[in-house]
C-alpha cells in the first residue's frame, strides 16, 4: 500500500488522511481503492464530533484564460461518483500521529475508472470545432499545461468531504473538503503503429578539383589570377567533374513515447547528372532535432457567455520546444548512403511525454523539425525538412485489443528496419496533406511544399531525449 501525505487540518489539530491500495498510477477501467484515517497534531489525542464524511471520485478538463487582466475559468466535467462513507453523527477518536506516519484505517472506499466519456456533460461543447465530441472516446490522460495567460488541465481526484456537526445536529465550524489528485495515463492498442513519412529532398552538387583523383590534382592546378586573388572574380570550376546526387531526410507521422524517432537520411547518386569517374563519399557531420508541443483549448467568452468561435479556438494555443537530439560528428562521421538515424544518434522520446490526444475542449498534439549538414569532398551541406511536421506521439505502455474467444495472440518479433527501408522500391509518394488547421498564438512558421511518402518502418530501440522549452501566447476571442 501507498499512504499519501497529509492533507487538511480540522480545527487546526486533527488531520485527514487518503491511503491508495496502489501506486498513483491507473488506466481506464483500473480500481481506485484505499482507506480514509485521521490522525491528530496533539499528542494525547482528541475526540471529534463528526456529522457525516463523504467521498467524491471525479474527473474534468479545465481551462482557463486571462483577458482584461481578468480570469475566465470554464470546467467539463467528465464523470463524477459519490459515496457516503459515515452517517453520524457520532464522536471519533483520532490518536497523534506523526506528519507521514501510520494511522488507524477507519473508512474504506472503491471506485472505478470509467473507460470512456460516457458520463459527460458536454451540452455547451457538443461539435467544437479542432475537437472531439464523441461520448464514447476515451478519458484523456492526466494533463496540465499552461502559458503566460492560459492555463488547461485534465484532473482526475478524490473529494472528501467532512461535515463536522454539534450535539443539536447542526453543522458547525470545522467542516472541510480535501482532495487527492490521481494520474491517469493511456496505453496504445497497435504494437508497432503502420508509418506514413513526410520526406525533403535537396539536390546536392558537388563540382570541383577534390572529385580528381590525387595524382591528377596538381596537373589540373591553374594559378590564380589577381582577380581571384583579390576576391573580384570566383575560382572557375567548370573545368573540372562534378558528381549530383539527391538528399532525402524521412521523417515519420507516428511515433511511441519512451521509444526512438524512425529518422532516416537517404543520399542517392545521380550518375545522370554527374561527370566525375567515382562519386565521392559523403559523410554526416551534424543532426538537430526538435519537437514542438502545442496545446489548444477551446472556452466560453466572457462577454456572451458562449462558445467560443472556430476562430477564438484556433487561437487559444501556445508551444512548447524540445531538442530531442543534437550531435556533431566532427571526428568520427560516418558515411551516409541508407542511414537509419536511430543507429548514429540518441533519439529516445522522454518518456514523461504526454500522448497526443484531443478531447471536447484541450487537444495536445506534436510536430517534428529536423536538421542535417553532410560533407561531400570537403564542402558541407545542410538539409532542413519543410518547417515543423506533424507527428502524432503514441503512448509508451502497449495494451493489446481485445480477442476473439479462443483467439490465441501471437507475439512475433517485427523484421528488422534494413528489411524494409534498404529498398527505395517501397517509398511510395502520395498526395500532399494540407497544414493542420490549428494555429499558434504569437508564432507562424511558413508554409512550403511536402512532399509524402509511404513506408512500412519498423519502430524498435531505445534512445533519450532532452528538454528545453520556448513559449509565446496570446489571448484570442477576449
Known amino acids: 500500500m501507498r499512504s499519501m501525505s497529509l492533507l487538511t487540518k480540522l480545527n487546526n489539530t486533527a488531520q485527514f488522511n487518503i491511503t491508495l491500495d496502489q501506486v498513483n498510477r491507473y488506466k481506464a477501467g483500473a480500481l481506485v481503492s484505499g482507506y480514509l484515517s485521521l490522525v491528530s497534531e496533539q499528542p494525547e489525542g482528541q475526540t471529534l464530533n463528526i456529522g457525516s464524511i463523504s467521498i467524491t471520485f471525479s474527473g474534468r478538463t479545465t481551462t482557463t484564460k486571462l483577458c482584461d487582466l481578468q480570469s475566465h475559468r470554464r470546467s467539463l466535467q467528465l464523470f463524477s461518483f459519490n459515496n457516503q462513507v459515515y452517517d453520524g453523527p457520532g464522536k471519533w477518536y483520532a ?20 473507460t470512456d466519456c460516457e458520463h459527460s456533460q458536454t451540452e455547451n461543447f457538443e461539435g467544437t470545432p479542432f475537437f472531439d465530441s464523441d461520448r464514447s472516446q476515451p478519458l484523456p490522460p492526466s494533463f496540465t499545461d499552461y502559458d503566460l495567460l492560459d492555463k488547461a488541465s485534465v484532473v482526475y481526484e478524490l473529494s472528501v468531504e467532512l461535515l463536522a456537526a454539534g450535539f443539536s445536529g447542526y453543522i458547525m465550524e470545522g467542516s472541510f473538503v480535501q482532495k487527492q489528485v490521481l494520474n491517469l495515463y493511456t496505453q496504445r492498442n497497435v504494437r508497432e503503429p503502420s508509418v506514413q513519412y513526410v520526406s525533403n529532398s535537396k539536390t546536392i552538387i558537388r563540382q570541383g578539383l577534390e572529385l580528381l583523383p590525387p595524382a591528377e590534382r596538381e596537373f589540373h592546378k591553374r594559378p590564380m589570377t589577381i582577380a581571384q586573388k583579390l576576391g573580384l572574380k570566383p575560382m572557375s570550376v567548370e573545368r573540372y567533374p562534378k558528381a549530383a546526387f539527391e538528399a532525402t531526410i524521412l521523417m515519420p507521422s507516428v511515433a511511441i513515447v519512451d521509444q526512438p524517432l524512425p529518422l532516416m537520411l537517404h543520399i542517392d547518386h545521380n550518375p545522370n547528372h554527374s561527370t566525375a569517374a567515382s562519386p565521392p563519399v559523403i559523410h554526416l557531420k551534424q543532426v538537430q532535432v526538435w519537437l514542438r508541443a502545442e496545446t ?13 468561435t472556430a476562430k477564438d479556438c484556433a487561437q487559444n494555443s501556445w508551444t512548447v520546444l524540445s531538442v530531442i537530439a543534437r550531435k556533431d560528428f566532427e571526428k568520427a562521421s560516418p558515411g551516409v548512403e541508407h542511414l537509419d538515424l536511430r543507429k548514429v544518434v540518441d533519439l529516445r522520446l522522454d518518456p514523461s511525454l504526454i500522448p497526443t490526444f484531443r478531447t471536447f475542449n484541450i487537444a495536445r498534439t506534436y510536430s517534428l523539425n529536423v536538421g542535417a549538414r553532410i560533407e561531400c569532398a570537403g564542402k558541407d551541406f545542410h538539409i532542413w525538412s519543410p518547417g515543423y511536421v506533424k507527428c502524432t506521439l ?14 490465441v495472440l501471437t507475439d512475433h518479433p517485427p523484421p528488422p528496419y534494413e528489411q524494409v527501408a534498404g529498398s527505395r522500391g517501397l517509398v511510395q ?29 519498423v519502430m524498435s530501440s531505445i534512445a533519450g531525449a532532452a528538454s528545453s522549452s520556448s513559449r509565446g501566447g496570446g489571448c484570442g476571442g477576449c
Open 296 to 308: 489548444s483549448f477551446c472556452g466560453m467568452t466572457h462577454k456572451t457567455m458562449k462558445l467560443e
Open 394 to 407: 503514441l503512448a509508451g505502455d502497449f495494451s493489446p485489443p481485445n480477442t476473439v474467444e479462443g483467439e
Open 429 to 457: 509518394p502520395i498526395v500532399p496533406r494540407e497544414p493542420s488547421l490549428s494555429r499558434t498564438a504569437g508564432r507562424r512558421h511558413g508554409r512550403s511544399n511536402n512532399a509524402n511518402v509511404m513506408a512500412a518502418a
Open 95 to 114: 490518536p497523534y500521529r506523526s506528519l507521514y506516519g501510520d494511522s488507524r484505517p477507519l473508512w474504506s472506499f472503491s471506485f472505478t475508472f470509467p
